[in-house]
């Protein structure tokens, strides 16, 4: 069976004609693409980014005086890439933000697609993320997973304000589409019981001891995953660093987020310098060689999407740098 486009591509006497023609029928040529599809390594379209705790816990406290939580979903900041256009993934499949929640406020529970992690940088035993009913405590340097489709809010009993860290995958679901939010139907949902021991929970006590039981990675430097449990789109590792130790890392298709729970030290990511301090936040997206360097003994908690790019087969190295 023959079929007769309605457009006269032979009266085309060139490409620039035939191009246009293609327009019409809203098709795209694949020989002289604008912009490649493919290419030799990967771009590095988000940039490395810092961002100071001192700023944002400034920041939030007036907004403890300006936002309520009738008014927003959550009071937060939100740690957006410094890039042309983006007002929200910090790199690209991932976000950090900063939240408080008041003493004695009550963040009303929803559930999501995406998958969640806090890390708790001024927290209180009778400060409690609950999820699906269980409170967990709020500690200073504990992390906290919230798995994707779990009821979750927040209910700070305590005299103080918090103050942590949200990592979530928001800009990985926004990109291919699988986006559902839902609030819980009686708003905050009810404690059932107080669990120290949830499995939600990474108590900072706890996980900082085997960490330092473990052996170094490289001289200065030991890793250790936290989990189970684990989220299959992002990981987390602690990671201490001996006084004044490097920690080189070479370029991977990974994308990184970094929070230093304790000390002080200084990252280099090609060309750019960040001195961070307890409860700052850096950005090192895919394929940026970058190296830490301790002033005094710190520890930082190190989140990235290889979770991920393992289960696509996308993890790769350069075979020319060390990591």
């Known amino acids: 069976m023959t079929h007769t486009s309605t457009i006269d591509f032979d009266a085309a006497q060139n490409l620039y004609e035939l191009h ?3 327009d019409l029928v809203k098709m795209k040529n694949g020989w002289a693409k604008p912009t490649p599809s493919l290419y030799p ?7 490395p ?5 001192k700023d944002a816990r400034a920041a939030l406290h007036t907004a403890g005086r300006l936002v309520s939580t009738e008014h927003a979903e959550r009071r937060n900041l939100i740690m957006a890439n410094p890039i042309p256009g983006n007002d929200y993934a910090s790199v690209s499949t991932l976000v950090g933000a900063y939240q408080m929640v008041k003493a004695g406020e ?11 992690m806090r890390v708790i940088l001024e927290g209180d035993e009778k400060a409690y993320t609950v999820v699906d009913g269980e409170a967990v405590a709020m500690m200073n340097g504990d992390v906290l997973l919230t798995p994707n489709g779990c009821y979750h809010g927040h209910d700070n009993q305590s005299a103080r304000d918090a103050y942590w860290i949200d990592v979530l995958d928001v800009p990985l679901v926004q990109f291919l589409g699988p986006m559902f939010f839902q609030i819980h139907p009686d708003g905050a949902q009810a404690l059932a019981r107080v669990n120290p021991k949830s499995s939600m929970r990474f108590a900072y006590a706890e996980f900082v ?4 039981r473990c052996e170094a990675q490289a001289s200065g430097v030991k890793l250790m995953e936290l989990g189970p449990p684990r989220l299959c789109t992002f990981d987390r590792f602690a990671v201490s660093l001996e006084e004044k130790q490097d920690w080189h890392c070479g370029k991977t298709t990974a994308n990184h987020l970094f ?9 280099r990511v090609e060309g750019r310098e960040f001195n961070w301090q307890r409860g ?5 997206p895919s394929w940026y060689e970058h190296q830490h360097t301790a002033h005094e003994k710190s520890l930082l908690i190190r989140v990235s999407d290889l979770p991920l790019l393992k289960m696509l087969h996308w993890d790769h190295w350069d075979p020319f740098l060390s990591v």
Not at 49 to 53: E, I, K, N, S, T
Not at 106 to 116: F, T
Not at 280 to 284: F, I, L, N, S
């Open 20 to 22: 246009a023609k293609l």
């Open 41 to 47: 390594e990967p771009k590095r379209v988000f940039v």
């Open 259 to 267: 929070v230093v729970l304790q000390g002080r030290g200084v990252t």
């Open 106 to 116: 009550v963040a009303r529970s929803h559930r999501h697609s995406p998958n969640a």
């Open 49 to 53: 980014a810092h961002w100071q705790f």
């Open 209 to 212: 001891a085997e960490l330092l």
């Open 280 to 284: 700052d936040m850096m950005a090192v």
